[in-house]
């Protein structure tokens, strides 16, 4: 391999199990099906069609998430997965360095090697919360996952603001891969910070990971730039189908707002019962919970599960290696998750 690549250490995704059936808490997808408008457009006479290119431009999904977000179609850029359009804007933005948490999505570190740039971490602050002041002036871009990831936790719209305020000729990247379960987009800013570019994706609330799609909303002249890195490497990103599941998908809008409601109670009753457990869990604003219990190993707590058909996700980075990220399901597999917990501890004689 060329040498610029064979230091690389790539992404470990969380597990997808093909054979045994787990209740499965450890990617963030949702419990729900797609939504019937999804199901209808997912057809045959679309599977027919597929010997012919997909749109290059995403046009049609461009124009219903413009219409969704009051914001117009060129400061919408269409991808393969927010993944790629992350990847796009750290290739597009990033070459005075990417400034990121200690503790979040572990792509951006990838992302940032791959594309040969330097990585500036700035720490969480000790209960874990990100303080947006640490941002400032730093003259480099910066991705903020907001809320955070495995955290939970959100910064306020407007201290992006400041942050985007503060350096006007660096971007500030707003991954809000989660925002649908409580939290508060920063699109509204776009006008005004014409260096804030923020990145969703179909694969949490809108129930389509398989699908990989995702966006970025911006300013024209930022999505002008990714649109050009786009046409240089990958111009059919989108395939033919996922464009069709994606387009119904932000018609049916109030099937996945209800979907997101269904999921906040849950994640309400499960933050319950793990403190009654004696789970030490902030309050999330996502689909998962991030928790950790001062008598249990995290590490064993998740083989525990694993072993009794659930999978949550444990990551070994020394900071939170106490810890379990859980995503919020259905009710009856949060009941299941607890229940079992529960014998664990019986088991353990742990309180
Ligand atoms: C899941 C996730 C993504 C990636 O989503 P895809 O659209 O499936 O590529 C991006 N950012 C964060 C923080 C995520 O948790």
Known sequence: M???????????????????????????????????????AVNRSEAELLRLYSD?????????????????????????????????????????????????YGFYGVIADFNGLTSRIIPLEEDMTLDPDKYKGIRMACVIANPNAPTGLMVPVDRIADIAAS???????????????GGESAIRLIREYKNI??????????????????YAIGDEALIRDLETLKYSSNPYNVN???????VAAVRDGEYYRKNCRTIM??????????RKLGFFCRDSLTNFVFAEHPDMDGRKLYLDLKERGILVRHFDSERISNYNRI?????????????????????GGVS
Not at 58 to 72: H, Q
Not at 241 to 246: E, F, T, V, Y
Not at 265 to 274: G, I, K, M, P
């Open 2 to 40: 060329n040498s610029r690549f064979r230091n690389l250490s790539p992404y470990t995704p969380g597990e997808q199990p093909q054979g045994r059936k787990y209740v499965k808490l450890n990617t963030n997808e949702s419990p729900f099906p797609p939504s019937r408008g999804v199901l209808e």
């Open 56 to 104: 290059p431009t995403s046009d049609p999904v461009k124009t219903v998430l413009a219409e969704r977000y009051g914001v117009e179609p060129d400061q919408v850029f269409v991808t393969n997965g927010s993944d790629e359009a992350l990847n796009y804007a750290f290739m597009a933005f990033g070459e005075d360095g990417i400034a990121y948490a200690d503790v979040t």
């Open 167 to 181: 350096d006007p000729s660096h971007v500030v990247i707003v991954d809000e891969a989660y925002v649908d379960f």
């Open 197 to 214: 570019l923020v990145v969703h994706t179909f694969s949490k609330s809108r129930s389509l990971a398989g699908a990989r799609v995702g």
């Open 240 to 246: 033919r189908i996922s464009m069709a599941a994606a």
């Open 265 to 274: 109670e849950n994640r309400a009753w499960t933050v319950a019962e793990l």
């Open 327 to 347: 995503t919020i399901g259905t009710r009856e597999q949060m009941e299941q998750l607890i229940s079992t917990i529960r014998e664990l501890q019986e088991q």
